[in-house]
Structure formats: structure tokens, C-alpha cells
């Protein structure tokens, strides 16, 4: 193809590209005529964030920064880890959704709506690159927020920018896709700028339906893709329906559990109370919820216990209290596994009453009811425990069950804490404590980038496990004396490459992998070949200058050959 037949790429606006590259691209003239460094990239992008002062704004800069020099963006993200994570993701993103059809600037990802229904392959076939991992979602169930309709796809957008910073999967190999099945949430339907389509949602059956074309029709497109369902209202069928036949997974249940079961590995050791002696009480028995306790219950079958033993180490709290098998009413089948039948027919109607009953070692907040770990609840977990072991896991911030300030004071200091949210560091005893937090970030990229290097058929429980036990392992000798459960988020890079080799050893044992060039690779070598693999914006620039050096070369090279043969 002749430099006059492209049509420049969003990558190729960049002012770090020599003028050779950028004759070569056809950006020549169309950039300022300084070819900058990186750092002088940087330094001109941060000044422009520090200048808006709300999250929101800093999101929609960054958002067009991405669509307009994507590799400048993932330079900054890499770079930044710690300040710009919250703000392509979680808290902001809640709030981006909110707003999505409102700030709507440019198109990014891809719309299914349940009108297009037997046509779902063709509109595929609109997308321009060749897809290796899709996130995907209904929007009908978006963080702690609620129904947003074709809001949510700023959940696929930020996800996927996470699996391209977080564990160096290429940009163009990711499909933001978004299922407009309509939304039971009117104030959307009635909203004159809500860009999706005003019906009511449909019906479970009808959803499934739809789900069977998207499913097939995307690995008829991009055999192997790996799928990624988020933020569906109810995630089990989806999941139970395809997990065995395609390579797919859902974060929040198997991520939120596999992140959660890392800081508990670190958080029983560090408390001194073996599984056998853990009560663990959750308040919020929904699917993250239930999620989060099955990957436990593993753990602890894997540390001596019983499947009925582990399993009788949690108590369900919901809205009506705590699950039980004789409370009256009509228990969704995803909680009849933890439903409680020691209770002597007495129930349970509040976290309080459920924690005086309990006296609980592990208290585990995943019901988006902020405050819920009230000053009372933190003192008795302190005063019963030496080590309590809390975890509020709620999103947004706001829906946080507690703060971690309230709980290093209500339990003078002693607790093992991590939050689904970030929150600041705090002063006790005049020593500084620092928060875990169990972000899916720590687990999504890396299983991910392990299910795609290994070319997995499908993603088993046994590689999710192993993405949680491989990630209790990243802390660095530093963080384990400062008693974190997590590690710095800075080093997330790092800690995809140990996460995405434990899911590569697991799909290996498993008998799931294609991927035959890496099954007798010691780690050392693999370590050094998942590497190899990843996307790294900072070399970027030095990777285009060379392949338009080769093709200068090559071309230069066969018209002499032409000559020579005259």
C-alpha cells in the first residue's frame, strides 16, 4: 500500500514522531513542528488535568486525549497509575455514567440494541480491527447506581483501558460493547438527551435470546475471543449458560471474588486466627456477595476444611436480614447455598442484631449501603478480635460501608482493612497506616492477559483461584512489613505479569490451553515471554520509527533491485 492510500490513525497525531514518520503517516503539517520528548508529553498533560478541578472534567479530558493520541494516553496512564486509575475508573466512572448522554462527544465501542436481533453479525462486521478481549454489558445494574441503560458503557470503556494499562493488552484489540435491551429506569426513558432506545427492559428469556446471537456471532467473527460480562443485573445465567462452551468470564462475580480472596489469604494470616476459627458476615447477599464467599469457601477448603465446614462460616445478610432457610419468604437461588438453618427459628432483621449473634472475625460489606458498619459495630469488631478483618467493598465511595479513617479509630487502630474504593491514609499513634484496597484492577487484567497468551478454551474456576492465590504472592518484602494486603498500585504492571502466569499455569493444568510453545517454559522464561507480549506505550514512538526506517529500506531497496535489472 502507497503512503498516499492512508487514512491517518489517532496514533499517529503524536509530537513525539520525527518528521520522517510523520511524512511517512501523512501528519506532516497537520502537527506543530517540534518533535517533543515524552516527558515534555507528559508534563503538558498533567498541567492540563491540575487546571480542572473537578473529576468529571479531568475524565472528559482524558477521554478525548485517548480517542485523539491513544499512546500519549497510555503513556500517562502507565506512568500515573496511582492519580489517574480513579479517574478513567472507579469512583469517577460512576459519575461519567450518570452523565454519558449528556457529555456524549464521540463514538467509542460498539451499540447492540435488541432491534438489531438477527443482524447482530453484520453490524460486527462494522468494527475495524481484529478483536482478542470484548467487555460487555446491559447497563442495567451499574456499580451502586442502579438501571443506566446504554449510560453504562463507560464501565467497557474504563475496563478495557485498565486490561490495556493494567496488563499491556493493545488497544485495538479491545471492543467496548454495549447491549441496549431498553431500561426499566424512567427518568432515562423520559430524559430528551438519552441516546438509547426508550423501551422497557426485556424480558429474561427475551435477553437470553439475544445473548445466544451476540455470543455466537462474536466467536464466529473473532474465533477465542475472550468475553467479559460486567454489571449485569442478574450475571448467573449468562454465566452458567456459556461458561463451559466459550471463553468468557464475570468480573464481578469471579473478579470481585478473586480480588477479595487475595486480601483474605493475607488478612487470616496476618490476624492469627486459622480458617476453621473465621466467622465471616456479609452484609449484602447478592451476586458480588455470594461470589466473593464461594471463592472463599475455597480457600478455606484448600487450608484443611470441608466444603460443609467452610460453608458454615458465613452468615448472608440482605434488606430482610439474615438469610435463613425458614425466614418466609422466597429465596433467589443463589443464596440458598449460604442460607443459614441454625438459626432455632429465631431471624435476624439487622446487621446489628446478626453481628451481637455472630461475633464475627471477617465483617464483609458488599450492599452499597453507605455507612452500614456503624461506630458500634467497628468497636465490638475490635473489641472481640485483635485483628479484625473488615472489608468494605461498596462502590462508589459514597456507598462505601464504612471509611477507613472510622475504622482504624473504632477499633483503635487494629484493623485489617481493605474497601472497594480508594481512601486516604491515615495518622494513628503517630504512625501512618495506609488502606487496602481490593480494586478488580489487581485481577481482571491479568486474567485476561493470562487467558489470551495461553489461548484458553474456556476460563476455569481453577484459573480464577489462581489468579487470587498468585496475587496474594505479589507483595513486595516492603508491603508485607508495612502489613498491606495489597500491593501498590503503582506496580500493577508487575503484578498483572505474576497474576496473568498463575492463570497461564492453571489453564495449563487444566488442559485447557492451545498455546503449545509455552507449556515446558520454566518461569523465568515465561515471565520473560508474557513480557514480551505486552503492549508498551512508552516504546511506541521507537517502534513506529523503526518499522517506517524498514519500509523506507525495503522500498529503497527493491527499486535498486528494478534498476540493476534494466
Known amino acids: 500500500m502507497s503512503t498516499s492510500d492512508r487514512t491517518p490513525e489517532t496514533g499517529y497525531y503524536d509530537t513525539s514522531h520525527s518528521i520522517a514518520v510523520r511524512r511517512f503517516h ?33 475524565y472528559i479530558y482524558l477521554s478525548g486525549l485517548r480517542n ?51 443482524h447482530i453479525a453484520s453490524i460486527l462486521n462494522n468494527w475495524p480491527q481484529h478483536v482478542e478481549i470484548t467487555v460487555v454489558t446491559d447497563g442495567s445494574r451499574i456499580l451502586g447506581l442502579g438501571d443506566l441503560g446504554i449510560n453504562g458503557m463507560g464501565i467497557p470503556v474504563g475496563k478495557l483501558a485498565l486490561y490495556i494499562g493494567c496488563a499491556g493488552i493493545r488497544p485495538e484489540a479491545t471492543l467496548p460493547l454495549m447491549l441496549d435491551l431498553g431500561t426499566g429506569n424512567k427518568e432515562l426513558r423520559d430524559d430528551p438527551l438519552y441516546m438509547g432506545s426508550r423501551r422497557e427492559k426485556v424480558s429474561a428469556q ?8 451476540v455470543m455466537i456471532a462474536l466467536n464466529e467473527k473473532w474465533p477465542g475471543i475472550v468475553v467479559q460480562f460486567e454489571d449485569f443485573k442478574n450475571p448467573f445465567p449468562a454465566l452458567e449458560r456459556y461458561q463451559q462452551k466459550y471463553t468468557c468470564f464475570n468480573d464481578d462475580i469471579q473478579g470481585t471474588g478473586a480480588v477479595v480472596l487475595a486480601g483474605i489469604i493475607n488478612a487470616v494470616k496476618k490476624s492469627g486466627v486459622p480458617a476453621k476459627g473465621q466467622r465471616a ?34 452468615w448472608l445478610v440482605d434488606t430482610k436480614g439474615l438469610v435463613t432457610d425458614d425466614r418466609g419468604d422466597n429465596l433467589a437461588e443463589h443464596k440458598k447455598y449460604f442460607s443459614r438453618h441454625d438459626n432455632d427459628g429465631k431471624q435476624y432483621k439487622t446487621l446489628a442484631e446478626v453481628v451481637d449473634h455472630v461475633k464475627p472475625t471477617i465483617l464483609m460489606g458488599l450492599s452499597t449501603i453507605g455507612g452500614v458498619f456503624t461506630p458500634e459495630i467497628l468497636t465490638k469488631m475490635g473489641g472481640w478480635n485483635k485483628r479484625p478483618i473488615i472489608f468494605p467493598l461498596s462502590n462508589p465511595s459514597a456507598n462505601s460501608e464504612c471509611t477507613f479513617e472510622d475504622a482504624v479509630k473504632y477499633t483503635a487502630g487494629t484493623a485489617l482493612f481493605a474497601s472497594g474504593s480508594p481512601f486516604p491514609s491515615v495518622v494513628h499513634d503517630g504512625k501512618p497506616l495506609q488502606p487496602g484496597q481490593g480494586n478488580n484492577m489487581y485481577v481482571f487484567p491479568g486474567i485476561g492477559l ?28 516492603s508491603e508485607v512489613a508495612q502489613d498491606w494486603l495489597y500491593p501498590e498500585i503503582a506496580r500493577i504492571r508487575d503484578v498483572s505479569v505474576i497474576v496473568s502466569m498463575g ?51 525495503d522500498v529503497a531497496g527493491k527499486g535498486a533491485m528494478r534498476g540493476s535489472n534494466l
Not at 485523539?68 to 480513579?86: C, G, S
Not at 447477599?285 to 458465613?314: D, N, W, Y
Request: hydrophobic share 35%.
Open 206 to 213: 427475551e435477553e437470553l435470546e439475544f445473548m445466544d446471537e
Open 68 to 118: 485523539t493520541n491513544v499512546h500519549l494516553f497510555y503513556r500517562l496512564v502507565t506512568k500515573h497509575m496511582t492519580d489517574i486509575a480513579p479517574l478513567i475508573y472507579t469512583p469517577t466512572v460512576g459519575d461519567a455514567c450518570l452523565q454519558w448522554s449528556h457529555n456524549y462527544v464521540q463514538p467509542e465501542g460498539l451499540y447492540l440494541s435488541y432491534s438489531d436481533k438477527g
Open 503 to 553: 492463570v497461564i499455569r492453571a489453564a495449563q493444568e487444566a488442559g485447557v490451553d492451545r498455546e503449545t510453545r509455552i507449556k515446558d517454559m520454566k518461569d523465568e522464561e515465561l515471565e520473560k515471554w508474557v513480557r514480551s507480549k505486552m503492549y508498551d506505550p512508552h516504546g511506541e514512538t521507537q517502534r513506529v520509527e523503526q518499522e517506517v526506517r524498514s519500509f523506507i529500506e
Open 281 to 314: 458476615v456479609f452484609m449484602g447477599a447478592g451476586s458480588a456477595g455470594v461470589g466473593v464467599a464461594k471463592q472463599i469457601v475455597q480457600f478455606f477448603v484448600q487450608e484443611g476444611l470441608t466444603e460443609r465446614q467452610a460453608r458454615e462460616c458465613f
Open 450 to 477: 493470562g487467558t489470551i497468551l495461553s489461548k484458553a478454551t474456556v476460563v476455569t474456576q481453577s484459573m480464577i483461584y489462581a489468579s487470587a492465590n498468585a496475587l496474594s504472592t505479589a507483595l513486595s518484602a
Open 26 to 58: 501523512r501528519t506532516h503539517g497537520m502537527l506543530p513542528p517540534a518533535v517533543e520528548n515524552q516527558d515534555v508529553q507528559l508534563s503538558r498533560c498533567l498541567q492540563q488535568l491540575s487546571r480542572r478541578e473537578k473529576s468529571i472534567d479531568k
